[in-house]
């Protein structure tokens, strides 16, 4: 009787020690997939953002989190086309002419910057004619809240 109620108990032990094994590698599972969907989506937006920001013509208004601007157009259709490139507030999205690119951006900058050919040293500040090059960030939650955060350049 004594073997029989070590032997339940010794099994209980190592398939408790076995689920909760289970448990760890199901969650490491869950996170890696749900970051790596993030992440997708992530370099789906940042791509789409560098095609859009690197044929830029003009732009006419410029913020932290906004810019609207004209981009070098070869095609048929109208020529002259203005685009706005928005976020309003953490867990809101990121939009392109009010489309949705990414959905449940926590914190989302753009940073101007310019050039300073005798130097040849790049300088951070607001937009201006002399801006050469824009930094885009933006900052995902993933899952188990973990923070994402991607940024892109694209000159101009």
Known sequence: MIEL?????????????????????????????KSTVAAQQAQIALTRLGKELSGLETISSATLTSITYKRIY???????????LTWTAADQPLTLDGDTLIDKVQAFSL???????????????????????????????GYGDIPLIFVKRAAI
């Open 5 to 33: 109620v070590t032997a339940i108990v010794i099994i209980s032990i190592v398939g408790a020690l076995a689920g909760t094994g289970l448990v760890q590698i199901a969650n490491a599972y869950l996170l890696a997939k």
């Open 74 to 84: 070869i095609g048929s259709g109208p020529l002259e086309q203005s685009h706005t």
């Open 111 to 141: 940073i101007y910057y310019t050039y300073n050919y005798t130097n040849r040293t790049f300088t951070a500040g607001s937009y201006s004619s002399g801006t050469a090059m824009i930094e885009l960030t933006f900052r995902l939650k």
